[in-house]
């Protein structure tokens, strides 16, 4: 396995992933998809990590799935199961990481790049960046999670506008729409990325990961069900010594130093 086609830098509490393969706009073979996970599973085990970025090298962020990888022909059944385990365990991890994750789109993504894109918790894209959902123009259904994380940004009604279509979709017109969180120039990507990276560092971790479980836990439950789930993890947090810190420096006008206890 080349292991430079997906590369690991760590600077303090900030862990950057970057896709490697910018000949192919960083389309995902079979080695990239271990390595990412191999990769996302080390920061999500470190300590010292409190949030992490994902992005790509060269033009652009991801193409999906690499048509060479694609040439060999796997059987209906090998892709199927392909999607189910692998792209389902990056999926999984990313939207399961009790660390913030980062998406900073630097150029087009399409395909599974889109699912492995729209999981991270906030997408901060280039200006000149875009995303296609290409699946149709090829007699395929979008995957990856694609779907599933499209219709909750913009409903029902439009995502079958935007899937039907097969279009590039500008960053202006992803923003407008909720898919991304925000538009920077592509100069300056990175550094908005790292900015907005040391800010949610510097936040309760243990309160980040509770958040986000009970906002999955919402999109998939009533109002009072979800009354209870909050409870229950409010009654874990309020004897947190993340907590305590929180009231004391509030009292004392200073900054937390939240450690994740």
């Known amino acids: ?19 490697n393969r910018p000949a192919v706009y960083n389309a995902i073979n079979q080695d990239l998809k271990f390595l990412l996970l191999e990769l996302l599973h080390d920061c999500k085990n470190d300590d010292q990590i409190r949030a992490i970025i994902l992005t790509g090298s060269g033009k652009g962020f991801c193409a999906g799935a690499d048509v060479g990888d694609l040439a060999s022909r796997p059987s209906p059944r090998d892709v199927r199961d392909d999607l189910k385990t692998n792209y389902g365990n990056l999926v999984r991890l990313i939207t399961d990481m009790h660390k913030p994750v980062i998406c900073a789109i630097n150029g087009p993504m399409a395909g599974a790049g889109i699912g492995l894109g729209l999981a991270c918790d906030y997408k901060i894209m280039a200006a000149h960046a875009s995303m296609r959902f290409a699946f149709v123009n090829i007699g395929l259904v979008s995957d990856a999670g694609s779907t599933w994380f499209l219709t909750r940004a913009v409903g029902y009604t439009k995502a079958l506008e935007i899937i039907y279509g097969g279009e590039k979709i500008p960053a202006t017109e992803c923003l407008e729409m909720g898919i991304i969180n925000s538009i920077v120039d592509g100069d300056n990507l990175m550094e908005e990325a790292i900015a907005l990276a040391t800010n949610l560092a510097q936040k309760a971790p243990l309160a980040f990961n509770a ?10 439950h009533g109002l009072f069900d979800t009354l209870s789930f909050e409870a229950e993890e409010q009654m874990a947090l309020i004897a947190s010594d993340d907590h305590m810190e929180g009231i ?12 994740g206890k």
């Open 248 to 259: 004391m420096s509030f009292m004392e006008k200073r900054k937390p130093k939240f450690k």
């Open 1 to 19: 396995m080349n292991k430079e086609i997906v590369l690991l830098r760590k600077e303090g509490a900030i862990a950057t992933i970057t896709l």
């Open 211 to 220: 958040t986000k479980r009970a906002i999955n836990y919402a999109m998939h």
